[in-house]
Structure formats: structure tokens, C-alpha cells
């Protein structure tokens, strides 16, 4: 069974399942009839869609998108876009800073609220807003973050536009894949994180399909967790194969899901994340990020996760990161496939390691800082520096996984394995 306009590795089910909840709780009606893929009539215009006609749905191969044959009343407008940006501005202090200026903001909010929305793509706003509310939260975040970077002397309102589409409709794939991707305590596991790969995939197949929307906009959707080091997916694309909204869109994931936990300290944390990637993202763009955020001396540090001893995490990260077995690359048994994808960590294991001495934390640094208590405000950056660095290493074990491509009943050489294996046991305590 397949729907038009996703790709083959999706399945419709999932979306289906969305639609058809959604329709136990507000009135939803087939727009048209729906057609099965060989002609045939499996529902009239006109009748209500809800949870009983899920598997009569499922059954069928549907000749027209679901998202292209069901309506609402109910609907995402451009003056409900309006309005949640709008409540952003207010709810997070980031985003009324960068909007105090009276023109900035209605440029801002203009964007936003004339953002195309045809049909299809309003229905399926709707249904992240009711079924989705943090993931449509997390859209405007990022609209409004997208519209704000492209904000210059030498750009069109046009260009703020196609950057605010893009931040909006950046995760509407996320719709199609399995919903246990959207839940917080679900374990990923091998599936699970290959469907989660392939989003940005289905989110520009899905606006691809809409003549409003420039190839611009599917381009960056598509870039949306590409990083310049070559280390995102689903492309590892690098550097100037990342277009200038790409770049936007993939800092803003960052800025937003940071900001949106409404902490205080969320500021501090993010300006910590960008010293500890500062090779993943455009420099530029970061700086005007870092210019707008609070310092340290500002945030109060309340809800902020600490470890107990920051700095024998960070000398255990160090460790790890100096015993990665990069000599079993030169091994003759290697394909040329794993051989460039062993390569390809080798290096961010190497950047990380670069990255931990530029920020102050290589061992041999953390030593001058004796034995004594760290008092709270070191304790705080040094505990921020080591849950980012737990979770760049974290990163590095998933990547070296995934482009080693294990196949079945075969095992990874024991030094690899020695080296997942104490990563697994850092990251778990970390």
C-alpha cells in the first residue's frame, strides 16, 4: 500500500493512523471520493473520517494522497501562524530580544503569517498542531529563527519568506514515520533510527510536491541535519554542498530545541554547544546567534542538570577519545565503502579531540586545576561542557555504526568493539 508524493520506504499507515484519531476528536470529511489504485471507490465525498475507517484505509493502495482527499473546518491560516509567532515572542526571552526593533518584528511576523499554504499542507499543520502541539511549536520556533538569519540590507521580503517556509515546514515528514519517533521515552533502535534518518527526505518529497514552495526551500528541508563536517545525515553532505538556508535551518534545530525547554540556563547551554561545534556550523551565523544570547553572569543556573565531578567525566572523555583503535583502517579486509566511512570518524574523532583542548578541558588542562572544590560557577560550565561532550562521543559510537553497516552474524574487530563498548559504558553513566 502507497500513497503519492512519499517515499516508497514510508509507510502510509502510519500518516493514516494520525488522520483517523484525529477524527474521534474534531470533524473530519473526505473532500472528494477516494480511489483505490486500480479504480475502485473505497469511500464517497462527504463521509466522516474517524478511527473506524482506519483499516479500510490501510487495506488499499490509495491513488490520491490522504493529505490531498480529507479537509477540516478546522485549519492552520496564516493568522493562526500569526498568533503562535506572536506568543513565542513572548513566551521566549531569545526571540523578544531579537524582535524589539518595531520593524524587525512586523518583517518578522509578516513572513510568517503570508507563508503559502495549500490545502494539503494547511491540513497537515493542523494535524501537528492538535495531535503534534510541541512539535508545531518547535515549526514556528523555527520559522521565526530562519526569517530572523535571513534578515538583511540586501534581501527581498521574498527571501524572508522562502527562509520562514522553510522553518515551518522543515519536520512535517515526521507526520509519516513511525509515532514512537515523537515519543521522548521510546528506546530507537536500529528501525526506528533508520526512519528517523530518511525525515528530511519525506519532508521535501512532501513539499516538493507544491508548486508554491521554490526548489530553495526543498533543498534546505533536505539539508535540515546536514552539518559542515560531513557528520549529519541523511546525505553526510559537507560544507559547500550545504546551501545557505541548509546551514540555517541546521543551526536552528540546534537554537530551537535548545530554547524551547523554557530554562533559564538553556542559554548558557547553547552558547557551550556552539564552542563545542563550532566546526558543524556556518561561523558566521553562529556569532550572530552567540551576540543575542544572555552571559553566564545573567542566567541563573536553577534546572540545571550538574555532574557531581565534571572533570573526571571530562578525563574519562579524553580518554576514550586518545584510545580510538584508528590503525584497523589500514587493514587489507577492509571494502573501500567502510574504509572511507572509518575515515570519515577517524577525523571527527580527531576534530573532538581539537575541540576538548580548544575550550579548555584537554586533560593536561584539566590538571592545573588540582584537587581542590570547583566552586558553582566552574562546576556549571565544566558539567555543561561534559554533557556536551558525553554526547558528541554518544554521536561518534551511533556514526561509526552506521557507516560500518554490520551485517548479520558478524562482528565488528575487537578493537572496535573494545572502544564502542567503553563508550557505551561512559554514556550510560554520563
Known sequence: MNDQNTPESTNPAHFIKVVTD????IPLMTSQAIFNDRGIKIIDKGVAVNAALYERLTKHSLSTPIAEAVGSVHTVTGKVLREHAEQAMRDIPFFERISKDIKTRALLLDAIENIPLPGPIAFQLMLVLKAQPKMFRHSIYSALFAAWMTLDTLVSRFDIGIAAAAGLLHDLGMLHI???LLSPHEVIDRELRRQLYSHPLVSSVLIDGHHEYSKTVVRAIREHHEFLDGSGYPRYLSELAISPLGRVLCLGELVCSLLESGQEASEIHLRVQLRMNNNSYDAKLSERVERQLKSQSEVTQIGAA???????????INSVVADWPDQFILSQDLSPQRREGMTAVSS???QLRRTLSSVGVASVQL???GDGPLDASLQ???SLLAQEATWQLRNLSR???RRWHLEPETTYPDTLQTWLDRVDALTDHG
Request: aromatic share 6%; hydrophobic share 40%; no cysteine.
Open 22 to 25: 484525529l477524527g474521534e476528536d
Open 348 to 350: 571527527r574523532v580527531a
Open 380 to 382: 556549571f560550565e565544566l
Open 367 to 369: 590538571v592545573q586545576l
Open 178 to 180: 513511525n509515532p514512537k
Open 306 to 316: 550538574l555532574f557531581e565531578n565534571p572533570v573526571a567525566q571530562l578525563h574519562e
Open 399 to 401: 556514526q561509526t555504526k
